[in-house]
């Protein structure tokens, strides 16, 4: 019996989310060299710079807001694993299934509805560091939190459907590549 996959679009948002957490680990190496920066300079030369200790927050921020979905895709975000783990495939996607609509879509929403006004403020006066010689672009840092939410519901979206063919017909333990895989035990 052959194993469904994907409707194309959903396979190519779930592609897209995991392109876009392999290029933002990249981050991390950036932002272990500009804090290493950091630290020479204010250490060993006397020399604080606000500009890049601000640019390490923002790559942060960056990492953690938009690699949020690729984290969900890829079952890393944290759950209690007691029961879970010890369910069948298709319990599991039906909790699943049940935590995108009841938990992970109305928080979601709720923080593109409360970021709203926050955040058009924020471009209105094209808000900048409040610290001298800080980066000026802190309106475009505020705009991550709801695109943070939309990739989550996107997400969320390419997983609720990858539940729903577990739950709906069985699926064999040798999956194709744009379907949930299990996650490492840790």
């Known amino acids: 019996m052959s194993t469904p996959t994907l409707p194309r679009w959903l396979g190519t948002l779930d592609r897209a989310s995991q392109r876009l957490g392999h290029a933002l680990s990249w981050l991390m190496l950036a932002m272990l060299l500009i804090e290493f920066a950091v630290v020479v300079l204010r250490y060993a030369m006397g020399i604080n710079s606000t500009f890049m200790q601000e640019m390490v927050m923002y790559m942060h921020a960056t990492l953690f807001m938009l690699a949020a979905g690729y984290t969900l895709r890829e079952n890393g975000h944290v759950r209690v694993d007691i029961i879970y783990r010890r369910l069948s495939p298709r319990r599991q ?3 699943n299934m049940l935590g995108i609509v009841f938990l992970l879509a109305p928080v979601m929403l709720f923080i593109i509805a409360a970021s709203a ?10 808000e900048g560091s409040s610290n001298y010689g800080g980066i000026p672009g802190v ?10 939410a939309g990739l989550m519901l996107l997400q969320g979206a390419v ?3 990858r539940s729903a063919y577990i ?5 064999g333990a040798a999956m194709p590549d ?3 895989r299990e996650p490492p035990d840790a």
């Open 167 to 171: 739950v709906a017909g069985p699926i």
């Open 93 to 95: 996607a039906l909790i």
């Open 178 to 180: 744009n379907t949930r």
């Open 117 to 126: 006004g926050y955040v058009a403020s924020s471009w209105k006066i094209l």
């Open 139 to 148: 309106f475009v840092l505020k705009t991550l939190i709801p695109v943070f």
């Open 159 to 161: 997983e609720f459907a």
